[in-house]
């Protein structure tokens, strides 16, 4: 992976540009505020930007307009935002933009997930690649915001197991291990909530944002 | 106030009137009040002698009354000048404060945070690496460094957590972009559904911000935890120089003001800007907690 790096603690910099580099991915320019983030996504086009939320001039959500921007700009660039805390209102901006030309991946982890360098790469590769990583934490969050919403109320426990695993941007083979039942019930369950929340039939990895954006904008 | 001298009058008719008033107190009065009247009756029909028996006593009291009154009167602007100041003083001593909290909160945030997160990821990435050598060459001592490692890593994970919620319970960062805004993750967060209404056309100083957030936050919790109601709502509104905010649940009801309790906390919190904070929780129910506060300080 080409990557760009936003994030203007210096040690986590570093710390990352290590990581990735240990994991054999080449960090094209890390940067430490959010004008030369998209400065450095013109130039390089990477595959994925990681964005800090908080930079200069005045550390409250640079990031997230940044990462927003990029979104709109450069449907082939993947944008992993990764905070000190998880908003969800963060949450659902991020994934709500997207440009006329579809949208990468998208991810918002929180910073301590770096701590597991594994899952950390997997979720960055993830949204590298067009697909979708959300902290366990935005979906808790989302799920206890969503209890109000009639559509949501419909889905099973289990169901709800599945979406919010869904929301984290698994696949469905990597829902069926960890929830430990057969892929085949989990594609059944992924149908139902389809249908629960009533989304059209039509390409399934869209739905699947579809419904994940259900989640959050509720 | 209990120590404010009665007056004459009020001593009279306390003397008929309540007898647990003490006697001393009130005979005083009615002693000067009667020595005066005896003074000008007798001047009147120009028994001077009689007069000048009843005088100084009359005089004393008289005198005993009216000066600290007069004091008071003549201190008046010198006074509401210096209330001006304590309360220009304590605007001052209450944005610092708010300012204050915000810069530990970014200290920590750029500093301790920010360095555990660098250790996690040296850690992890340690971790990792140990791992796949120790399936490699089966060492013992290999194992136990891995051990070490691992325990580090947690350790240093849940320290991560710790300081995340220190930090955002000196200075919730949403704040900065607005009441509104950190209200919303307040109720994401919250084990209740939390209805929001929220009319803010212009945001309050930031020390009325932090001090309306965390009372939303202390009530939100008391809902959530004390009443078994199984909805919350919050209402937010800003008038020209008022912040309302009401906390309602359907709830069992029951809160109570008591000193030394967590809404008597918060009452005071909100008494050091000249707010308010009512109570209304009939046993059954429901719960309505009403917080006003000026825009600014």
């Known amino acids: 992976m080409r990557i760009v790096i936003a994030e203007d603690s210096a040690v986590i910099r570093a710390g990352l540009v290590e990581i990735l580099a240990d994991r054999g991915h080449e960090t094209v320019a890390a940067v430490g505020d959010a004008q030369a983030l998209r400065a450095a996504v013109d130039e390089h086009e990477p595959d994925v930007a990681v964005v800090d939320v908080r930079m200069p001039p005045e550390y409250t959500d640079e990031g997230i307009r940044a990462a927003i921007a990029i979104r709109r700009e450069h449907p082939g660039t993947g944008v992993l935002v990764f905070s000190q805390y998880i908003e969800t209102r963060h949450a659902a901006e991020l994934l709500s933009a997207t440009s006329s030309r579809g949208a990468a991946g998208v991810g918002y982890l929180l910073k301590d997930r770096v701590g597991d360098v594994g899952e950390f790469v997997d979720a960055l590769s993830r949204v590298a690649a067009g697909g979708t990583a959300l902290d366990p934490e935005v979906v808790t969050q989302v799920l206890s915001a969503t209890r109000r919403t009639d559509d949501l109320d419909t889905l099973t426990p289990r169901e709800h197991d599945v979406l919010s695993l869904m929301a984290e941007g698994r696949t469905n083979g990597a829902i069926a291990s960890t929830l430990v039942i057969s892929e085949r019930a989990v594609e059944k369950n992924v149908a139902n909530i389809f249908s629960k929340l009533a989304l059209a039939p039509s390409d399934t990895d869209h739905r699947r944002v579809l419904a994940v954006l259900r989640y959050l904008e509720s | ?297």
């Open chain 2, 1 to 297: 106030m209990d120590r404010v001298t009665p007056s004459p009058g009020r001593g009279i008719f306390l003397a008929f009137g309540a007898r647990h008033i003490k006697g001393v107190a009130v005979s005083r009065w009615i002693v000067t009040v009667c020595f005066v009247i005896a003074a000008v009756v007798l001047l009147a029909f120009g028994h001077w002698w009689g007069a000048l028996y009843f005088l100084p006593a009359g005089l004393n009291g008289s005198l005993a009354y009216l000066v600290p009154r007069w004091n008071l009167l003549r201190d008046a602007p010198k006074n509401v000048e210096r209330v001006r100041e304590l309360q220009r003083s304590r605007a001052l001593v209450v944005d610092d404060a708010a300012a204050r909290l915000r810069r530990i909160e970014q200290d920590l945030h750029d500093g301790a945070q920010a360095q555990m997160v660098a250790v996690v990821m040296k850690l992890g990435l340690a971790r990792d690496h140990l791992s796949t050598s120790a399936a490699r060459l089966q060492g013992a001592d290999l194992d136990r460094a891995l051990e070490l490692v691992d325990a580090a890593h947690r350790g240093a994970m849940v320290a991560i957590t710790e300081l995340r919620d220190l930090a955002r319970g000196i200075h919730p960062p949403a704040l900065d972009e607005g009441l509104g805004a950190a209200l919303e993750g307040l109720a994401a967060r919250s084990d209740l559904p939390v209805e929001m209404v929220v009319d803010l056309p212009e945001r309050p100083s930031p020390a009325i911000e932090t001090i309306a957030y965390f009372c939303a936050a202390e009530l939100l919790t008391n809902a959530a935890k004390h009443s078994g109601a199984q909805r919350a709502r919050l209402e937010v509104l800003h008038q020209p120089g008022l912040v309302t905010m009401r906390v309602s649940d359907d709830g069992t009801g029951g809160a109570r003001l008591e000193p030394g309790g967590g809404l008597a906390g918060l009452a005071e919190r909100v008494n050091t800007v000249d707010g308010r904070l009512r109570v209304n929780s009939p046993a059954g129910g429901p719960t309505v907690v009403t917080v006003e506060l000026p825009s600014h300080v």
